[in-house]
């Protein structure tokens, strides 16, 4: 049994369970590291101490991936929600670490707390704090990363001491080490946690032992390779369990200057399975700056929803972002929406990505290879060769920004996420609007356009993007009128005229019909987005095509509007607060009003 810290003795909590230390109904335990503590859905029943180490939460929303939702420290308690409120847990505790904690039945605490109510306020304290730091940042945000060379001609170290830089500019204490320090005693470890905002360690592909100690001292493990380079035979990136089980393994491919697009991703992810992936260029800082946000959270994830035509507002979106110099770091959507945000992850400049637009679907139209209507109303040729024509080969892995795009499979009934393969049949799949464009097979799975089960996937990028998200969605601008519906008054004036190609008008009632949403999908959506954008479109129509520069003007202008309304920087909303910002609000929250 060891001696609580010294920083910890003081606190109501700690003098609770101090007071219980040797009484039968109190246990002192350790737990090793990845192993569990408590499991969503067991009963609530002891409240839980952490004296030494560190745990990790992870929720599963019905229907989700699992999330890794923060982390636990020394002299903070866990379960005390449910074991209060005398529910299920809502979450799964583990350990990160080789703990030490100290559990008390419910029944001993309420009799407790009776006799010291400071107890209770302190962990109502707690509880208020955790819960502003939901919506805001928190101090239970991973904080220990680790970075291990996969390859002889990647040195890790290089790579920590420049995101060191970068993080402290972000106003964050920061400190690295390596395997200078392998010999050091837990407790060094421990002290660097605590007095650091954040914590880097680097360790090369020749220093085996030192990459065990990393791969169980951290919240998150980066492998590092060379995108040129093939992976070794054997990848050895030592992680710990809760590392591997909650997906809490990235991987980082190093790319030439010179290079176009990333090389090697594929071959990469199949020899270290990882959950997201990076690629930064030799010595640029932007990429080094990127990822820097993303560890302090402060990396910007744009979600573009689909909407036929009027989806031409989110370039209007990006052109604005840009022009106010707010990065994009992680990007996604659904049918239309998924095209343009690929444009943005393939590194297109504003014009190019413009003109590429305006000729894949401006200057004719995608939907004008009619057929008699077997399985839908077109062949589909003409958007599979665009598509191709723009994306070619490309995988998805290979692009430079981390990208998804979502489709729905009428096999399941639930939406397909799209992280690998090739990109343009991934799009192709994101965009076959049921009845209009033919359906993409995958196996015995049927998919079709994403909006028909998640037009607007917000929570995918919540699921492995912690900085803020701003979400655009071009679906709920306009739904449909009577006269968009109207048969052509002359068929011989139709033809002529060219409307045609835009489609009859049973083609507005099926694309609308694929991408309308309830209001509760709405709003379910929009609890994962810190800014919400829905451009004014107007009159614009689903299908026509050719209002490019109104929507254009409409999402730019929606945008800086919405950026004007903040009140910090859109890449300050979820930052991670520094220890004096911590202890700062913490005094807050405590002094009496």
Known sequence: MVDLPDNLEDTPLARLFMGHRRAPEAAWFSLPGGRVLFHTGEDADRLYFLVAGRLGVVQRPEGQESRFVGVIRPGEPAGEMAMIAGTPHTATVMALRDSELMALPRQAFLSSIQKDPQVMAELAHL???????????????????????????????????????????????????????????????????????????????????????????????????????APPAKVELCA??????????????????????????????RAAPANRLFHLKED????????????????????????????????????????????????????????????????????ELEWRIRKAFVESSPLGDAVFPMVA????????????????????????????????????????????????????????????????????????DGAVTKNFPTDVMRSFHLGPILGVDVAEARGLTAEDIK??????????SGDWRRGPPIVSILMRTATVSTSHEQASSRDYVDVFIAPDIGPIEIRDWKAYEPAVEAGYRSTLEALAKLDKPITQLRRRLTLAEQKAASRTIAAPR
């Not at 819960?131 to 239970?140: D, L, M």
């Not at 809490?248 to 176009?260: P, S």
Request: aromatic letters at 6%; glycine letters at 10%; charged letters at 25%.
């Open 127 to 229: 509880m208020i704090l955790r819960a502003r730091r939901t919506g805001e940042s928190s101090g239970s945000e991973p904080a220990v990363f680790g970075f291990t060379s996969l390859s002889a001609h990647v040195r890790a170290r290089d790579l920590v001491e420049a995101l060191e830089l970068e993080i402290a500019n972000l106003g964050y204490s920061v400190a690295s080490a390596g395997a200078e320090v392998q010999s050091a005693p837990t407790e060094w470890f421990s002290n660097l946690e605590e007095t650091h905002d954040v914590v880097l360690y680097a360790a090369e592909d020749d220093e085996p032992a030192w990459k065990a100690i990393v791969g169980r001292q951290v919240d998150r493990l980066f492998g590092v390779g060379r995108g040129e380079d």
């Open 240 to 269: 710990s369990p809760p590392l591997v089980e909650q997906q809490l393994i990235d991987l980082i491919l190093m790319q030439r200057q010179d290079c176009a697009l990333p090389k090697g991703s594929e071959i990469w992810l």
């Open 284 to 351: 640029s800082r932007r990429d080094i700056a990127r990822l820097a946000r993303t560890l302090v959270g402060q990396s910007l994830g744009l979600v573009l929803s689909g909407g036929g035509a009027r989806a031409y507002a989110h370039i209007g979106v990006i052109r604005a972002l840009h022009e106010k110099d707010i990065p994009i770091d992680f990007i996604g959507g659904a049918s239309m929406g998924a095209i343009i945000a690929a444009g943005v992850a393939m590194g297109w400049s504003d014009e």
């Open 377 to 448: 109303m077109t062949r589909g040729g003409k958007v599979r060769e665009r598509l191709q024509e723009h994306f070619g080969e490309v995988e998805i892995p290979d692009l430079w920004l981390p990208y998804f795009c979502v489709s729905s499979d009428l096999t399941t009934g639930e939406y397909h996420l799209h992280r690998r393969g090739k990109l343009a049949r991934a799009l192709q799949a994101s965009v076959a609007l049921p009845g209009i464009l033919p359906p993409v097979t995958d196996g015995d799975h049927v998919l079709v």
């Open 487 to 496: 048969p052509p008054a002359s068929i011989w004036r139709w033809l002529v």
